[in-house]
């Protein structure tokens, strides 16, 4: 049997130490194995954290390296389409606009 050992130190003044130590203190199994599986734990969570920041930072160049020679043309509205709220016709838009002029004249 191959056997390591490792002895541990908490720190009572410290808040994380502290809570860690009464965590251990209140397990009923194997103090070993809670431990062993939470650093498996914290092990695995990193791990898949790295492989998924590598996948993002791909994706982000092939975008970048793809959009590199495209050119977005943004087309401006007509000022006669830009005042008529979605919903009205333009017919509605110019009779009301048409009843105001009229209203503004008196």
């Known amino acids: 049997m191959s056997v390591r050992r490792l002895n541990l130190r908490f720190n009572m003044d410290r808040e994380e130490e502290r809570r860690a130590w009464e965590y251990l203190q209140g397990v009923t199994r ?6 062993i ?6 092990e695995d969570a990193l791990t898949q954290r790295e492989r998924e920041d590598a996948f993002l930072e791909r994706l982000a160049q092939t975008v970048r390296a793809e ?23 333009m017919e509605q838009a110019e009779s009301e606009d048409t009843l105001l002029e009229f209203l503004d004249s008196f």
């Open 67 to 89: 959009l590199k020679g495209v050119q977005i043309m943004v087309a401006q509205p007509s000022p006669q389409t830009a005042s008529v709220p979605v919903g009205e016709t």
């Open 30 to 35: 194997s103090k070993n194995s809670v431990i």
């Open 37 to 42: 599986q939470a650093v498996n734990a914290y």
